[in-house]
């Protein structure tokens, strides 16, 4: 009988020791393998081949050390981002930044991040509401990184270290060195501080005033967009103060300066803020409320956001007592915060002589804000010292008009 495997079995009946016959009976037999020799090459062979294993296995692990770490806590994506993208985004979020704290969060991070953030590429580009700092917390490190930001050519921290430097610090020379390096550089605010400075003699003698370099600074820092070194160029057109005297152009850029301050609040607050903003102005009886520069024509507007310098030194000089030395005055403009470097450096409002201003255009921003309200005329004052003292300019009629 024959299996499926094709070996058959004896029929019954026949010897119970007859050999099962393959199918291919007759064929020449196969020679078997030794058994133990066989087994011995096969546990030969699975040695080398996990010994080949093990060595591949070290290879890979001296060129990649941190694999198994990688393979059990997850690959880190940001360590394989080249510097220079990284540099990019810093970059990018410094120059947008809207408070110390966005950058200073990056710093705080890791010893790679903080590195790439003080490149001179990401702090030239930084705001200037990056480097805001408080009076009070000024210390030496602030001054580190200011100086830094500078360094790296970001001409807002030139500007504003610039100014703490010359008002706060009086380090005249330094500072002035800070706020020319930032105007060399096209920034419309060291252009017109310098031109104060200049119409001012501010840091010498009243000798020192060089009204012709104001107006030239003024004019400068106007073509760039600056509003109050238009409106102060306006003022001295109509007065004739260091260039000829030009009402009718004076006017023009008075109203001009109205116009850009105008154009940049609906910039900045949008169509529907500057709608409402045209309602209030138009309806007087709903209360006034920012500053009224703009009252001539119908409409009022906020007033505008003073910049880190102004509200440094405002902050620097109010810890002090208000004032900023023997017999010296802080402008009266809420908005400006510069001192006097010598006595009777400002000018005196002529009718009450209760304030005083650096420049023609921050009287008129306080005269329609606050002063218009306040001023009291008298037949005369006197100053500290107690001599009698005209002034040097009218609180009421030409330098505030249509200003």
């Known amino acids: 009988m024959r299996t499926r495997r094709g070996l058959c079995y004896s029929e019954p009946g026949a010897v119970a ?65 080249p510097d220079d993208l990284v540099i990019s985004i810093f970059a990018k979020l410094s120059s947008t930044a809207t408070s110390p704290s966005d950058f200073v969060n990056v710093l705080i991070t890791c010893k790679r991040l903080k590195s790439l953030a003080l490149n001179s590429i990401v702090l030239a580009k930084a705001s200037s509401r990056v480097f805001t700092v408080k009076a009070k917390n000024w210390c030496e490190s602030a001054h580190r990184f200011l100086k830094h930001c500078a360094d790296s050519g970001n001409v807002d921290a030139c500007y504003t270290l610039g100014m703490i430097r010359f008002y706060c610090l009086k380090n005249r020379a330094s500072g002035a060195s800070l706020m020319a390096k930032a105007a060399m550089n096209s920034h419309a605010p060291a252009l017109y501080s310098l031109a104060v400075i200049q119409f001012n003699g501010s840091g010498g ?9 104001g107006v030239a600074l003024c004019a400068r820092a106007a073509f760039f967009g600056h509003v109050d070194a238009l409106r102060e160029l306006g003022h001295c057109l109509q007065d004739g103060y260091g260039v000829r005297q030009n009402i009718a152009e004076g006017r023009r850029f008075l109203v001009q300066a109205n116009a850009r301050e105008l154009a940049a609040v609906i910039s900045t607050t949008g169509e529907s803020a500057a709608a409402k903003q045209w309602y209030w102005g138009l309806n007087p009886r709903l209360g006034h409320f920012g500053c009224q520069l703009l009252s001539d024509f119908g409409c009022n507007v906020p007033a505008p956001e003073a910049h880190p310098a102004s509200r440094f030194m405002t902050e620097w000089f109010s810890d002090r007592g208000g004032s900023p030395g023997m017999g010296l005055r802080l402008c009266s403009h809420a908005g400006c915060g510069r001192p006097e470097t010598r006595n009777h450096e400002f000018r ?45 300019v009218d609180g009421d009629g030409d330098v505030v008009v249509d200003s």
């Open 348 to 392: 005196r409002c002529s009718v009450c002589g209760a304030v005083n201003y650096c420049s023609r255009a921050c009287q008129a921003l306080d005269w329609k804000s606050r002063h218009k309200a306040e001023c009291a005329p008298v037949e005369r004052w006197l100053d500290e010292e107690g001599e009698e003292n005209d002034g040097e």
């Open 17 to 81: 020791t007859t050999r099962m016959c393959s199918s291919d009976y007759g064929a020449p037999k196969r020679k078997h393998k030794n058994t133990r020799h066989h087994q011995h090459q096969k546990q030969h062979l699975n040695n080398t081949t996990k010994g080949y294993a093990a060595l591949v296995t070290n290879k890979r692990q001296k060129k990649c050390p941190n694999q198994t770490a990688t393979e059990e806590e997850g690959y880190d994506f940001f360590e394989s981002l």
């Open 205 to 213: 003698t009243k000798n020192d005033k060089d009204l012709r370099a």
